[in-house]
């Protein structure tokens, strides 16, 4: 099982519940800028990684370590018990570890790369660059999680068969029967309940996928959003009764839904904008050489948090806040920019889907992306700034219903805004490039 946070149009990050990410290429002529690694969830650490994928465990999931040994102490079952119980723990994850990988492996054939898999007592969460395009891809990826399981299930009852040992219920569902009937009967279930329909678990996306080829791609989602919020109902009802695990998955079935909800009107909001819509076009910049004075004197006499490093026109690295407090604490104002800086960056073209770069602003540190045409610096992205474009548009357009719900036509009052703000970004450019290049003490060449 597995989460997911969002399925643009072809250019989005997302993590996959149960599984799934690909590459995207990038334009012609940007500097080559990564986003800094590390773990999707706090709190989670490294166990090692597989076929270039890091694999975390959650910190939570020691909890639930502790939940079987003391569970099993308390009902009398002994250390041994407790010692099996662990080991079954384990040999369960290793099977969502599998999992995981089943969708890795399929969206990795079809283009998508995978960042890594964090493990949560619920079960796995992949972080892909973002879905496979078109909903017969993301069907494919959505299957091959469930369809490693039944594969598991079906070698298992082979190698049982072939050692007479009984392979039906009674042979040990519960504790007291083998290891390999367990892993069996373990294996089978996380199939079968990982295809019940509760979005964004992969039943759900599934249904989103099968539904998408019918409906426009985020209609489905919020059909699917909406099952998944109803089957979370359903297992938190059963939860009160039985088992508190069922409890946990009601609240990771219900939230997860109701973010992809979320994350689906705001592609909506945005669906056909770029990157030039959103970018901040009024901003300082300083350079590698300049001191941190500067940048803190510039920060006080604005709002800018972030500032980008330029050498010329051309950015070499940004100066985020927290960096400018660090450095400012390690060093003091003298300290130059160069050596507070982080020359890994975040970068987007003024004309990529804004729906991408949205999922990467929000992943990025500090939330910030470099707009960058050819060489040069054209624009500032911020996740705030863009959730406030998306927040103005929603509005807008809610504004427009009301408006022709009770008087004659107007004219699209969204499209003027975009267009003026296109416009607005373009003659900022051109003022950018009509002025001269900013000097320095030193060069970096």
């Not at 690694?37 to 370590?65: E, I, N, R």
């Not at 078109?134 to 469930?146: C, D, E, R, T, Y």
């Not at 504790?175 to 964004?200: D, E, M, R």
């Not at 249904?207 to 959003?225: D, G, H, I, S, Y």
Request: avoid cysteine; glycine fraction near 14%.
């Amino acid at each position: 099982m597995t989460p997911a946070r969002a399925e643009p149009p072809p250019a989005a990050d997302e993590p996959f519940h149960s599984a799934g990410e690909p590459t995207r290429a990038e334009p012609a002529g940007r500097p080559e800028a990564r986003g800094p690694g590390g773990p999707m969830l706090p709190w989670s650490w490294k166990l090692a990684t597989f076929a270039g994928v890091d694999v975390y465990v959650h910190g939570s999931f020691f909890f639930l370590v502790a939940f079987v040994v003391f569970g099993g102490l308390a009902a009398g079952r002994g250390l041994a018990s407790a010692a099996q119980g662990i080991l079954l723990l384990h040999a369960v994850f290793a099977m969502v570890v599998l999992h995981e990988f089943g969708h890795i492996l399929m969206a990795r054939r079809l283009g998508v790369r995978t960042r890594d898999i964090t493990l949560l007592p619920i079960g796995g969460v992949a972080r892909m660059d973002r879905l496979p395009e078109g909903p017969g891809q993301q069907l494919l990826v959505a299957l091959a999680g469930p369809g490693v399981n039944a594969t598991v299930a079906l070698l298992l009852f082979g190698l049982m068969h072939l050692l007479g040992a009984p392979v039906g219920l009674e042979g040990g569902f519960g504790a007291g029967g083998s290891l390999l009937s367990q892993l069996l009967w373990i294996n089978l279930s996380l199939a079968a309940f990982n295809l019940l329909p509760a979005y964004p678990m992969d039943g759900g996306r599934v249904l989103r996928a099968l539904l998408a080829m019918r409906l426009p791609p985020e209609r489905a989602t919020q059909v699917a959003a909406r099952v998944g919020q109803g089957a979370a109902l359903v297992f938190g009802a059963a939860g009160l009764v039985g088992s508190p695990m069922l409890l946990l998955l009601a609240g990771f079935v219900w939230l997860g839904a109701r973010a992809e909800y979320a994350a689906s009107t705001t592609r909506l909001a945005i669906a056909g904008l770029s990157a030039r819509h959103a970018m901040l076009t009024d901003f300082q910049t300083v350079s590698p050489v300049d001191f941190l004075s500067r940048a803190a004197e510039l920060s006080l006499a604005g709002f800018q948090r972030d500032f980008p490093v330029v050498d010329g026109a051309r950015p070499v690295g940004l100066l985020t806040r927290g960096d400018l407090r660090e450095g400012l604490a390690e060093g003091g104002a003298g300290r130059t920019v160069r050596r507070a800086m982080r020359p890994d960056f975040e970068t987007a073209g003024p004309g990529e889907a804004l729906t991408g770069v949205l999922t990467r602003a929000q992943q990025s540190r500090g939330g910030v992306l470099l707009v960058v045409e050819g060489e040069t610096l054209v624009g500032l992205l911020t996740a705030n700034g863009i959730e406030s474009l998306v927040g103005f548009m929603t509005d807008i357009r809610h504004g427009e219903r009301s408006a022709r719900a009770n008087a004659p036509p107007a004219p699209d009052a969204g499209a003027t805004f975009v267009k003026n703000r296109a416009r607005f970004a373009a003659e900022r450019e051109r003022g950018r490039a009509r002025a001269e290049p900013r000097g320095g003490p030193e060069s970096l060449s």
